[in-house]
């Protein structure tokens, strides 16, 4: 059984930092993209950063280009995500995905995620 679990969110104020991880269990670790996507209320899901399973940058939000870091442990069977110069807009539940390259699709499918963790950036 999958099991992708999220740590790290919480409550801070603009221009603050947070390190999310992702510990992942029940895959392959080390063959398979993983990606930090997030949702704000009434909003879309977004992506927010993903990467290969040698570490390779797939791509990154333009929103957070330059202040977020994705990176990843294939040791610790974990993933995560550097978060500087937070700003209110940041605030979402931040999910954790795992994910393949299919080639019918021609693109990382993701098919397994965690439960999310919450980041709230005050002004």
Known sequence: QVQLVESGGGLVQAGDSLRLSCAASGLTFSTYAMGWFRQAPGKERELVATMRW??????????????????????????????NSLRP???????????????PQSRYVY??????????VSS
Not at 111 to 120: A, I, M, P, S
Request: glycine content about 12%.
């Open 89 to 103: 807009e940041d605030s979402a539940v931040y999910y954790c995905a795992a994910g393949q390259y299919k080639r």
């Open 54 to 83: 040698d570490g390779g940058i797939i791509s990154y939000g333009d929103s957070v280009k330059g202040r977020f870091t994705i990176s990843r442990d294939n040791a610790k069977n974990t993933v995560y995500l550097q978060m």
């Open 111 to 120: 098919d397994y995620w965690g439960q999310g963790t919450q980041v709230t």
